[in-house]
C-alpha cells in the first residue's frame, strides 16, 4: 500500500482508546494532527450499559461466544487478569480510584535515572488529576466503615483513608443526582449528573458521574476532530514500502471485532502510531507482530518485566446484614495494614451477584493439595455447624449486598513473564503463555484481616476460588511488559515512549510501567501517556524522524526551559 495520491489517510492511528490512547488522542488533536482512534470494543451509554452482572452478554467480553461487553477475563498459568474492552478502555469498568504512587518507584526498574522523573512527574499528576476530575470520596458507605473500623480492631486505623476519585459529586448539602452543565472544562465537556453512591462503577456508571475517559479526554478529542472507530481491531501494523524503520510511514490493518463472518477488513496509511491496547493488549499484538515478519525489529525485551501489582483479592459475606453493602462507590476507601500492604473497600451494585460464583470459604496455609483438602474439610465443617448460614454464602444471589471485597495490594516486586507459544493444551495456534515464579496468593497478614472483618459481624471471611484451587491470584492492575529502559537490550520504549528500532512510534498504556507502583495505576498511566505527548511538536513543526536514540544511549533529560516550551507546544487551549 502507498498513501492515497501521495496523501496520509491520518497523521497519528492510536490503537486503543483507553487511559494511554486517550490523552494520547486528545494531545496530538490539540497539536494540529489528523488522528484516528481504533478501539476493539463498543462504544457505550447510560441507556445501553447492562443493569446487572447477570447479563452477560452486556457485561462480558468473550466476541467468539456473542459476548460483546466490556469487562474481560484472561486465564494464565501465574494469574488471572482482569481488563476493560470498550470506547473508553478500562475507564468504563474501573473503579475510579486515581491514587499517585510513592516517591520511590521512580527508583525502581529500568526507567530508573532516564529522566528527572521526580522533579517532572509531578505536574503531569497534577494534570492528569485535573482532566480526570479527581476528588476526595465523600460517599463512605457501611463496607467503608467496616474497613474502618476492622483497622481500628487490628492496631492500623490512623491509616484509614477515603479514596481519592474521578467522580463528580455534589457540593457539601447538595442533594445527589443532580445534572450541571459541563463542571470540568470551561463548557467544553458534556453535562454531567452528581454521584448517587449506588456502587455500580465497576458495572459502568448509568448516571453520567463517573468521570470516564468518553467524558473527558476521547469527548474533548472527538469534539476538536479525532476519528473514532469502534469495534476496529487493529490485526497488522507494518512499514510503508520505503523504509523499514517507518520513515515513509505504516500501514494499519483492522477488521470488524464483534464480527465472526464478515470482518470488513480496511487498510489505512499514516505517519505515526500510537500502540495504546493496555499491558496485555499491546503485548499481544506486537507478539504477532514481531513474528509474522511486519515488525522484526521491536525488541526481545517484549513479554519481560510483567506486573501484577501483588494483588490477591479476599473479603467477607455477611448473609442477612442489616445494611446494604453495595452502597457507596466502588472502591471507597483503603487501609495499610503493614508498610508494604494496602486493602480497599471494593464492591458490585447490589443485583450484580455473578462474581459470586468464584468466591469461596476463606482457607488459610500455603498453597497446594493441602491447602485444597483444608479447604474442603472447612466447607464441610462449616456446612454442619450452621448448614442455612454456609448455604447462602455459598449461592451467589445477595452477593454483592452482602459482600466486602478487600482488595490487598502488595508493593513488593513480584515479575512474571509473557512469551508467545502453543500452550500444550491447544497447539494449532500461538497464544500469551505466562513464565516465571508464581506470585503469592497468600498474604497471612491479610487473611486475618479478612478473619476479623467477619467476626466484627458474624460473617464469613471469603476469597477467590481459583486461588485456592490453582494457587493463581487475580489482579486487574497487569502491568508492564513493553517497559521504559534505556535500549532495546532492556527494555521495548525510551523514556518518551518511542519504541526501539522504528521511527514516529510509540506505546502509551500500561506496558510501559517498570516498576510496581502498590496502588492502583490508571493515574501514573494518564500521567505518562502526557508527559510522553509533550515530547511530540506541534504538527507544523514536525519533521516525521521522531526515534529513540540507537544504541546503548541513554536519553538526555531536558532543562526546565525546554520543559515548559513543551508544555505551551498547543494549537489550541
Ligand atoms: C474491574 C476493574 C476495576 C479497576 N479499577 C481501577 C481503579 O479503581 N483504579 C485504577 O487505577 N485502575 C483500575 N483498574 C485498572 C485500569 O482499568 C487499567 O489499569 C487501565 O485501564 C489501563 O489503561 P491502558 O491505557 O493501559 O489500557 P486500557 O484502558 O485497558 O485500554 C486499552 C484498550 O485497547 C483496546 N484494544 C486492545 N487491543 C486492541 C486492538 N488490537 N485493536 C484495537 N483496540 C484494542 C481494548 O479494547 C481497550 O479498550 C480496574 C480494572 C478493572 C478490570
Ligand atoms: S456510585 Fe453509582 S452514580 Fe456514583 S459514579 Fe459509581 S455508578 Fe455512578
Not at 460473617?459 to 487475580?474: A, Q, Y
Request: proline content about 6%; charged content about 15%.
Amino acid at each position: 500500500m502507498s498513501p492515497r495520491n501521495g496523501q496520509f489517510d491520518f497523521d497519528f492511528i492510536v490503537i486503543g482508546s483507553g487511559f494511554g490512547g486517550s490523552v494520547s488522542a486528545h494531545r496530538l488533536v490539540e497539536k494540529g494532527y489528523k488522528v484516528a482512534v481504533m478501539e476493539m470494543g463498543r462504544r457505550w451509554t447510560p441507556d445501553s450499559l447492562p443493569r446487572t452482572s447477570w447479563s452477560l452478554r452486556s457485561w462480558l467480553w468473550r466476541p467468539k461466544l456473542g459476548l460483546h461487553g466490556f469487562f474481560n477475563m484472561q486465564f494464565f498459568r501465574h494469574v488471572t487478569i482482569f481488563h476493560g474492552c470498550a470506547v473508553g478502555g478500562g475507564s468504563i469498568t474501573y473503579a475510579c480510584t486515581l491514587l499517585p504512587p510513592p516517591e520511590k518507584v521512580w527508583e525502581a526498574g529500568s526507567w530508573t535515572g532516564l529522566g528527572n522523573w521526580k522533579a517532572e512527574m509531578p505536574q503531569y499528576y497534577e494534570t492528569a488529576a485535573h482532566m480526570l476530575g479527581v476528588t476526595e470520596n465523600k460517599i463512605l458507605g457501611p463496607a467503608d466503615l467496616l474497613l474502618q473500623r476492622t483497622a481500628e480492631t487490628a492496631g492500623s486505623g490512623d491509616t484509614f483513608y477515603p479514596t481519592r476519585v474521578g467522580i463528580f459529586q455534589a457540593a457539601e448539602g447538595q442533594a445527589s443526582n443532580q445534572t450541571f452543565p459541563d463542571p470540568f472544562f470551561g463548557g467544553e465537556g458534556p453535562a454531567r449528573t452528581t454521584c448517587l453512591g449506588c456502587g455500580g462503577c465497576m458495572m459502568g456508571c448509568r448516571f453520567g458521574a463517573k468521570n470516564t475517559l468518553d467524558l473527558t479526554y476521547l469527548y474533548l478529542a472527538e469534539k476538536h476532530g479525532a476519528r473514532l472507530f469502534p469495534e476496529t481491531q487493529v490485526v497488522n501494523v507494518q512499514p510503508l514500502p520505503g523504509a523499514s524503520d517507518g520513515a515513509a510511514g505504516y500501514e494499519v490493518c483492522t477488521v470488524k471485532s464483534t464480527s465472526w463472518i464478515r470482518r470488513h477488513p480496511q487498510r489505512f496509511s499514516c505517519r505515526g502510531v500510537v500502540f495504546a491496547a493496555s499491558s496485555l493488549g499491546t503485548m499481544e499484538l506486537l507478539f504477532q507482530l514481531k513474528e509474522k515478519g511486519s515488525l522484526p525489529a521491536i525488541s526481545p525485551e517484549l513479554g519481560k518485566h510483567v506486573r501484577t501489582n501483588s494483588e490477591s483479592l479476599i473479603g467477607a459475606r455477611m448473609p442477612g446484614y442489616h445494611e446494604d453493602l453495595s452502597l457507596g462507590i466502588a472502591i471507597g476507601s483503603g487501609v495499610y495494614i503493614d508498610e508494604h500492604t494496602h486493602i480497599e473497600a471494593v464492591r458490585y451494585p447490589s443485583g450484580s451477584d455473578a462474581m459470586g460464583v468464584l468466591t469461596t470459604i476463606l482457607t488459610n496455609g500455603h498453597p497446594g493439595p493441602r491447602r485444597i483438602a483444608l479447604w474442603i474439610r472447612n466447607v464441610i465443617s462449616s456446612l454442619l455447624r450452621h448448614p442455612v448460614k454456609t448455604l447462602r454464602v455459598l449461592q451467589p444471589w445477595g452477593w454483592a449486598r452482602e459482600f466486602v471485597i478487600l482488595l490487598c495490594m502488595q508493593a513488593l516486586d513480584n515479575q512474571i513473564e509473557m512469551h508467545w507459544q502453543r500452550p500444550w493444551f491447544w497447539p494449532f495456534r500461538k497464544f500469551l503463555v505466562s513464565r516465571g515464579q508464581k506470585v503469592p496468593t497468600y498474604i497471612p497478614k491479610a487473611n486475618e484481616f479478612a478473619q476479623k472483618f467477619a467476626q466484627l459481624t458474624g460473617g464469613f471471611p471469603m476469597s477467590m476460588l481459583p486461588e485456592i484451587l490453582f494457587n493463581v491470584p487475580g489482579t486487574a492492575h497487569c502491568i508492564g511488559g513493553c517497559v521504559i529502559a534505556d535500549s532495546s537490550t532492556n527494555g521495548v520504549v525510551d523514556s518518551r515512549h518511542r519504541v526501539f528500532g522504528y521511527k514516529n512510534m510509540y506505546i502509551c498504556d500500561g506496558s510501559v510501567v517498570a516498576a510496581n507502583l502498590g496502588v492502583n495505576p490508571s493515574l501514573t498511566i494518564t500521567a505518562l501517556a502526557e508527559r510522553a505527548m509533550s515530547f511530540i511538536p506541534p504538527a507544523a513543526q514536525t519533521s516525521w524522524d521522531d526515534a529513540a536514540p540507537s544504541g546503548d544511549q541513554a536519553d538526555a533529560c531536558d532543562t526546565d526551559e525546554e520543559a515548559g516550551n513543551r508544555r505551551s507546544n498547543t494549537v489550541f487551549s
